[in-house]
């Protein structure tokens, strides 16, 4: 099993960026993809992005291209999630996931280990 727990998050303003952080402890060796997720208030959770652990290789929703990047450090077993002009749409708790099977999904499903998330609010 691996366990996860982001960190990063905060309040905000309009314009501003954040960078958040999901380190992974215990199974990482077994990881294929990990991935970012967010879910605001009354909304179902909603795919942002995922990494391949090994190589690397990031996907995108294809609605959040552009504001968002996805990294990781393998060295320090450790995801990250660029936020960068940030808009009120974009409050949400966020979460990592993680999965050991074969593809980097889109999908709450894909996802077998989850962190407990990190609330991201932007605020005037």
């Known amino acids: 099993q691996v366990q996860l727990v982001e960190s990063g998050g905060g309040s905000v303003q309009p314009g501003d960026s954040l960078r958040l952080s999901c380190v992974a402890s215990g199974r990482t060796f077994s990881t294929y993809a990990m991935a970012w997720f967010r879910q605001a208030p009354g909304k179902e959770r909603e795919f942002i992005a995922a990494i391949t652990w090994t190589c690397g290789t990031p996907y995108y929703a294809e609605s959040m291209k552009g504001r968002f990047t996805i990294s990781r450090d393998k060295d320090k077993n450790t995801m990250y999630l660029r936020v960068s002009s940030l808009k009120h749409q974009d409050s949400a708790v966020y979460y990592c996931?993680?999965?050991?099977?074969?593809?980097?999904?889109?999908?709450?499903?894909?996802?077998?280990?989850w962190g407990q998330g990190t609330q991201g609010t932007v605020y005037s």
């Open positions: 996931a993680g999965t050991r099977g074969g593809v980097a999904g889109l999908e709450t499903a894909d996802y077998a280990s």
